[in-house]
Nanobody, 123 residues
Framework: QVRLVESGGGLVQAGGSLRLSCAASGRTFSNVAMGWFRQAPGKEREFVSAINWSGSSTYYADSVKGRFTISRDNTKNAVYLQMTSLKPEDTAVYYC????????????????WGQGTQVTVSS
């Protein structure tokens, strides 16, 4: 079992920045790949970014590439999503998720999910 708790969401103006954190507990964190997903009202959950177990490989949705950066600290059992140049269309509940070792943009392949943190970007 892996328990995930997100934090760092909030209200920010367009062009601003936020840093999301996801704290993990339970199964050995260094063995799991981590992903960030988001879901806006009335829309399906979508892939945002992912990082493999070692942090050596990262992936981004085209919509956030160049603006968001994913990272992890296995000594702190945490993964982060630094979001810059935020846009109103980034408004959503952001979820972190975990799966064994390798990444995938497919939400269905993630075994563990956090409860989410709200990010609201005002225009």
């Amino acid at each position: 079992q892996v328990r995930l708790v997100e934090s760092g969401g909030g209200l920010v103006q367009a062009g601003g920045s936020l840093r999301l954190s996801c704290a993990a507990s339970g199964r050995t964190f260094s063995n799991v790949a981590m992903g960030w997903f988001r879901q806006a009202p009335g829309k399906e959950r979508e892939f945002v970014s992912a990082i493999n177990w070692s942090g050596s490989s990262t992936y981004y949705a085209d919509s956030v590439k160049g603006r968001f950066t994913i990272s992890r600290d296995n000594t702190k059992n945490a993964v982060y999503l630094q979001m810059t140049s935020l846009k109103p269309e980034d408004t959503a509940v952001y979820y972190c998720a975990a799966r064994p070792r390798t990444t995938t943009p497919e939400a269905v392949h993630y075994d563990y999910w956090g409860q989410g943190t709200q990010v609201t970007v005002s225009s």
